[in-house]
C-alpha cells in the first residue's frame, strides 16, 4: 500500500460542542491505483485528505487518533522536517478551485518553473523550459507562449489543468485531488478526469479522487469508498458498487446520477440533510433519511460488516440492500 489510513479520527471545536468530522476512517491506495472518496459536503472527505497532507495541524481541526502510513511510516509519528520533505515531493494537492490556490500576481510559468528551482536545484533557464514542458504535457494550447501569462488569462478548465502541472512537477508517489471538476461545465470535466487517468498511469501514481458526485469518477476509479458523517459507509470496487450497493445510500447516490438510458425521468434524490457533526443521530446515522430504517437502526450503530471478498458495508441490512429487495 502507498496510502494507508488506520481508524483516523479528527475533531473541531465549535460553539455548538465538540463536532466529529472523522470518526474512525481507513482506506487505502496502491501505487498506480485510483481510490474515489465519495459523499456530501460535511461527510469528512476532504478533512481526511487535509489529515494526509498535514494541512490540518492547527485549531480548531485535531487529529484524536489513528495512523496515516504513508509508504509504510506513519506521517502522524515523523519529524516535521522529514513530513515536509514527503509533502513536497512525496504527496500532491488538487485544489477545486485553481484561482485561488494559484497566485494571482506570478507568471504561470514563474509558479511551474518554482517548482524546479526551489526543490531540484535547476537554473530559472531550464526550470523555465521543463515549466512550457509541462504545460504541453498537461496539453495547454500554444504553451511556449502562454508561460508568461498569468492565472486569470486562463479558462478554468485550462487553469485546473495548470493546477495538474503544478502537481504532478516532481513526479509525486501521490496525487489527492479535492472536487478538481466540480467547477467546470460537463464537457470539460470529462476531459481533465480523463487526463487525471492518464497521467496516474503514466507516473504510477496512487490517486485519491475527493468528490460528490459518483457520475464523475466511473470510469476512472478501481475502488470508491463512500462517507457519511464522519465515517465510511460502504468500500467496494467500482464495478461491484456498480453491478448493486450493498447500502442504502450508495443506493440514492447511485440513482442520483443523471442517464441517458433514463431521459425525461425524475431524478432521484435522497430525503433530507445531512446530520450536523455536533449532533449525529444515535445508531446509524443514516436513519432519519433511510427508506430501509427499523426499530434497530435507531438504537445500534452498524460496524462495517463484510459484505463480499473485497468490500464492507456499514448498513444492519447490507444483504437486502444488495438483493436489491428495499425497493
Ligand atoms: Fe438504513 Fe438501517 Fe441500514 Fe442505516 S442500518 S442504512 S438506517 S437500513
Ligand atoms: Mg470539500
Request: glycine share 10%; proline share 6%; aromatic share 4%.
Amino acid at each position: 500500500m502507498l496510502l494507508e489510513v488506520r481508524d483516523l479520527h479528527v475533531e473541531f471545536r465549535t460553539r455548538d460542542g465538540v463536532a466529529k468530522a472523522v470518526n474512525g476512517v481507513s482506506y487505502g491506495v496502491g501505487a498506480g491505483e485510483t481510490l474515489a472518496v465519495l459523499g456530501e459536503s460535511g461527510s469528512g472527505k476532504s478533512v481526511t485528505a487535509q489529515a494526509v497532507m498535514g494541512i490540518l495541524d492547527m485549531p480548531p481541526g485535531r487529529i484524536t487518533g489513528g495512523q496515516i502510513l504513508f509508504q509504510g511510516r506513519d506521517l502522524l509519528t515523523m519529524k516535521e522536517e522529514e513530513r515536509r520533505k514527503i509533502r513536497g515531493a512525496g504527496m500532491a494537492m488538487i485544489f477545486q478551485d485553481a484561482l485561488s490556490a494559484l497566485n494571482p500576481v506570478l507568471s504561470v510559468g514563474d509558479q511551474l518553473g518554482e517548482m524546479f528551482t526551489v526543490h531540484r536545484g535547476m537554473s530559472r533557464k531550464d526550470a523555465r523550459k521543463r515549466a512550457v514542458e509541462l504545460m504541453d504535457r498537461v496539453r495547454i494550447p500554444g504553451a511556449a507562449q502562454r508561460v508568461r501569462d498569468y492565472p486569470h488569462q486562463f479558462s478554468g478548465g485550462m487553469r485546473q489543468r495548470i493546477m495538474i502541472a503544478m502537481a504532478i512537477a516532481l513526479e509525486p508517489a501521490l496525487v489527492i485531488a479535492d472536487e478538481p471538476t466540480t467547477a467546470l461545465d460537463v464537457t470539460v470535466q470529462a476531459q481533465v478526469m480523463d487526463l487525471l487517468a492518464e497521467l496516474r498511469r503514466e507516473y504510477d501514481m496512487g490517486l485519491v479522487l475527493i468528490t460528490h458526485d459518483l457520475g464523475v469518477v466511473a470510469d476512472v476509479a478501481d475502488r470508491i469508498a463512500v462517507m457519511y458523517a464522519g465515517r465510511i459507509v460502504e468500500s467496494a470496487p467500482v464495478h461491484d458498487i456498480y453491478k448493486a450497493p450493498a447500502h442504502p445510500y450508495t443506493r440514492g447516490l447511485l440513482e442520483s446520477i443523471p442517464r441517458l438510458d433514463h431521459k425525461g425521468r425524475e431524478l432521484y434524490a435522497i430525503q433530507g440533510l445531512p446530520p450536523s457533526l455536533t449532533h449525529v443521530p444515535a445508531g446509524c446515522a443514516f436513519h432519519p433519511r433511510c427508506a430501509m430504517a427499523r426499530d434497530v437502526c435507531r438504537t445500534d450503530e452498524p460496524p462495517l460488516y463484510p459484505a463480499g471478498p473485497d468490500r464492507v458495508s456499514a448498513c444492519h441490512f447490507w444483504r437486502e440492500c444488495l438483493d436489491g429487495l428495499d425497493g
